[in-house]
Nanobody
Framework: QVQLVESGGDLVQAGGSLRLSCAAS????????MGWYRQAPGKERELVAG???????NYGDAVKGRFTIFRDNGKRMVFLQMNSLKPEDTAVYYC?????????WGQGTQVAISS
């Protein structure tokens, strides 16, 4: 059974930082392309950041220069370091894994940024 379990969501003030974590089980983690998406109330889900099995990264325009995605294959985890947080970063953040057409999602973790 595939499980992606996110943690680290919290309520913080604008300008602060958070680190989200995602622990994976039930998959061969090292071959997965991993990512973080987010969905704010009334908005569509959007890509935040992705990291391939080879370590290449990409970011949504809204978070470039502020967020960093990285992975630890030994721990089967992917992380999202979020700095200089803004109220518009408020959303539910979802961890994803993808490999050969199979795509998995976590349950999400809530991030709320106060102004």
């Amino acid at each position: 059974q595939v499980q992606l379990v996110e943690s680290g969501g919290d309520l913080v003030q604008a300008g602060g930082s958070l680190r989200l974590s995602c622990a994976a089980s039930g998959i061969i983690f090292s071959v997965q392309d991993m990512g973080w998406y987010r969905q704010a109330p009334g908005k569509e889900r959007e890509l935040v950041a992705g990291i391939t099995s080879g370590g290449s990264t990409n970011y949504g325009d809204a978070v470039k220069g502020r967020f960093t995605i990285f992975r630890d294959n030994g721990k089967r985890m992917v992380f999202l370091q979020m700095n200089s947080l803004k109220p518009e970063d408020t959303a539910v953040y979802y961890c994803t894994a993808a490999y050969r057409g199979r795509h998995y999602w976590g349950q999400g973790t809530q991030v709320a940024i106060s102004s």
